[in-house]
Every structure is written in C-alpha cells, then in structure tokens.
T-cell receptor, first 109, second 113 residues
Framework: KNEVEQSPQNLTAQEGEFITINCSYSVGISALHWLQQHPGGGIVSLFMLSSGKKKHGRLIATINIQEKHSSLHITASHPRDSAVYICAAGGGSNYKLTFGKGTLLTVNP | IAGITQAPTSQILAAGRRMTLRCTQDMRHNAMYWYRQDLGLGLRLIHYSNTAGTTGKGEVPDGYSVSRANTDDFPLTLASAVPSQTSVYFC????????????FGEGSRLTVL
C-alpha cells in the first residue's frame, strides 16, 4: 500500500515569505496531485504532475520520481494562501490515490 | 449548475436512519468518487465509479452503497447510519481519463447522533 507523508504538519509564515511543503511517498506512482482546502471550504486542485515542474502564478510544484518526493512552493506568500494543502499520490487510476494528512499553512500579515 | 453540486450541505441524523447524499456534475466526467474526511486521517475513498453503470469499492466501503445510473449523478446511501459515520463527505470527479485532474464538490457535513 502506498504511504504518503507530508511535512510539516503545521506551518506559520509572515506575509511575503517563501513557503515549501514536502510530500514523500513509498511506492512508484503515475501521478501526484496537490490540493488546497480553505477553512470550512471545499477542495480545489492546484496541480497534477507526473514529472518535472509546473508553475501557476505564485505556486510551483516539483516532483522527483527517483527520490519519491514532491514539493509545493509558494513565492511571496499572502494571508489568502492560508489553507490546508494536501498531497495525493498513486499509480494508474485515481481510485488508487493515497492522500496525505495535509499541511496547515497560516500566513500572517 | 457549474461543476459538482452536493446536497445537503449539512445534516443531523439519528442513528439507524437511512440517508442519501446527492452528487451531480455537469462536466460529463466519466469517473466519480466519494470520500470522507476525518480529522487526523485525511481523505479516504469510500466508493468510486469509472463510468456510468459501474461502481467499485474504495478503502472504507462498509455501511455505504452507491449507484451510477447515468453520467451526471452519483448518490451515496447510508442504509442505517451509525455515529462513526459522522464526517464530512466529498464527492469528486476527474476530467478525461481515470487519471485526470480532480474536481471536488463543496462537501456535506453529516452528524449521526
């Protein structure tokens, strides 16, 4: 069974800081997803990647298949980035995805 | 409707009662999923459907059933609710193939007393 570990569990930053959230998984995968969940809110897909790097605005996601590791970076963080960030990894179909427990990010003004 | 709609958004239910959580999508996605989210455990898959007419069991299927009569609708039924089914339930679908980007509903908060 694929195990997905996220670190840190909780992260507090000051506005403007560069943020990194890490995700490690134990078995080979075909895709890794990064999701965002605001407090009391729904879940939004940020990235889906299987290799290399993707960028969307101030968010960057990278994956190293050999090391079974992915990172989510936020540049110039803002209080509206405060949310839980969830990593999910799996092989083949989405029903085989294993989800991490999430990283709670708080960005203070 | 735009995206995925879940209903109800919140419900308090007596143990032993039957409950159906509704999920409708208008994106013509083939694959749909039901997850429960519990503090400290993350998202766990209950049931899934890769296409209309087919369903499969996820990680925590006991006490739940689903049906997929058409592409748009994927209801989740609790035949006889128990307190351990108190959770937030998310319906999702994926674009393109079964490995596509995930789209989530807003969630249904269910409390079983």
């Amino acid at each position: 069974k694929n195990e997905v570990e996220q670190s840190p569990q909780n992260l507090t930053a000051q506005e403007g800081e560069f943020i990194t959230i890490n995700c490690s998984y134990s078995v080979g995968i075909s895709a890794l997803h990064w999701l965002q969940q605001h407090p009391g809110g729904g879940i939004v897909s940020l990235f889906m990647l299987s290799s290399g790097k993707k960028k969307h605005g101030r968010l960057i996601a990278t994956i190293n298949i050999q090391e079974k590791h992915s990172s989510l970076h936020i540049t110039a963080s803002h209080p509206r980035d405060s949310a839980v960030y969830i990593c999910a990894a799996g092989g083949g179909s989405n029903y085989k995805l294993t989800f991490g427990k999430g990283t709670l990010l708080t960005v203070n003004p | 409707i735009a995206g995925i709609t879940q209903a109800p958004t919140s419900q308090i239910l007596a143990a032993g009662r039957r409950m159906t959580l509704r999920c409708t999508q208008d994106m013509r996605h083939n694959a749909m999923y039901w997850y429960r989210q519990d503090l400290g455990l993350g998202l766990r898959l209950i049931h899934y459907s890769n296409t209309a007419g087919t369903t499969g069991k996820g990680e925590v299927p006991d006490g739940y059933s689903v049906s997929r009569a058409n592409t748009d609708d994927f209801p989740l039924t609790l035949a006889s609710a128990v307190p351990s089914q108190t959770s937030v339930y998310f319906c999702a679908s994926s674009s393109g193939s079964q490995t596509g980007e995930l789209f989530f509903g807003e969630g249904s908060r269910l409390t079983v007393l």
